[in-house]
């Protein structure tokens, strides 16, 4: 098993003056402790499960540039971009362009969107679910297609564009992976087996249900399950000295007989790099040998 690690939370000790700097030390420990996956959130304002709106929050594709440029190997992502917050072509443009500066590390992590409060607080359209379940299919066949040979038109449900030119073409062949996020089991699971590489579901009482949910939908689609890659979010608390890591490395065993091949999560105590230090040397190698 693999594991990822999610930053959500900027708010640290030294403040907006060194985050920068602290980000980077903590980007660089990351790498090069071995974790698979190097993500963040995508959003504009604080969610209510980290801290209050008002709290530091950067936004999500410059500051994986800039991780981009602190790290070697670790694939790059959101977890998860809302569909709402940008057109698909300025979307596939930023992913093209990260992939293409990080080496062929980008991930698109994409879902429907749920934060109203933070879309009414800056003036984004919040449509209704239909609606941005409609957004997200019109973008999933746009990034396909603009990462595809050829630059002809797209027509989907709410784009109409004339000319998908994408120049540089992402490093990354056939196209950077594609993470689609939620456990919604009429169109978000239907939507993985029909155009994503990734699942990104909560590791809840039901996630056996999800991915056999998800398992039916390949079998509908014509999709091999297995080369979806299923990936769950999970904190990865191990405690300030350790003491919950066996706790820890038992709850990936269990979701790595679910088939699970990647837990991705917030850890708690950044940007302390010495519980970084400690997954290198002890949780990433467990986790690998599962």
Not at 61 to 79: D, M, S
Not at 101 to 124: C, D, F, M, P, T
Request: include cysteine; hydrophobic fraction near 40%; proline fraction near 5%.
């Amino acid at each position: 098993m693999k594991l990822g690690l999610q930053i959500p939370n900027f708010t640290w000790a030294g403040g907006p003056a060194t985050l920068g700097a602290d980000l980077a030390r903590v980007a660089r420990s990351a790498d090069e402790a071995g974790f698979e996956y190097l993500a963040v959130m995508d959003h504009f304002f604080q969610i209510s499960q980290v801290g209050p709106a008002d709290t530091d929050m950067l936004e999500a594709y410059t500051t994986l540039g800039f991780l981009a440029a602190h790290t070697e190997r670790a694939k790059l992502l959101t977890v998860i971009t809302g569909v709402i917050y940008r057109h698909p072509g300025v979307l596939a443009k930023a992913i093209t362009t990260l992939d293409v500066l990080s080496g062929g590390r980008a991930i698109l992590g994409i879902g429907a969107g749920w934060n109203e409060e933070e879309s009414k607080g800056l003036g984004i359209p919040f449509p209704s679910t239909a609606e941005r379940f409609e957004l997200l299919e019109d973008a999933l066949q746009y990034v396909k297609q603009m990462w595809a040979d050829g630059d002809g038109p797209f027509k989907g449900k709410h784009v109409d564009a004339e000319r998908l030119l994408n120049v540089p073409q992402a490093l990354t062949r056939p196209h950077p992976p594609i993470m689609v996020g939620g456990g919604g089991e009429k169109k978000t699971l239907r939507f993985v087996a029909k155009y994503a590489d990734a699942c990104n579901l909560f590791n809840s009482p039901d996630l056996e249900h999800k991915l056999d949910v998800l398992k039916q939908h390949c079998e509908n689609e014509g999709r091999d399950y297995a080369e979806i890659t299923k990936t769950v979010y999970h904190v990865l608390d191990i405690g300030e000295k350790g003491e919950k890591s066996a706790q820890l490395i038992d709850e990936l065993g269990r979701l790595r007989g679910l088939g699970i091949d990647v837990a991705l999560g917030a850890m708690p105590g950044l940007p302390d790099t010495e519980l970084l230090e400690r997954f290198g040397s002890e949780i990433i190698p467990a986790a690998e040998a599962l």
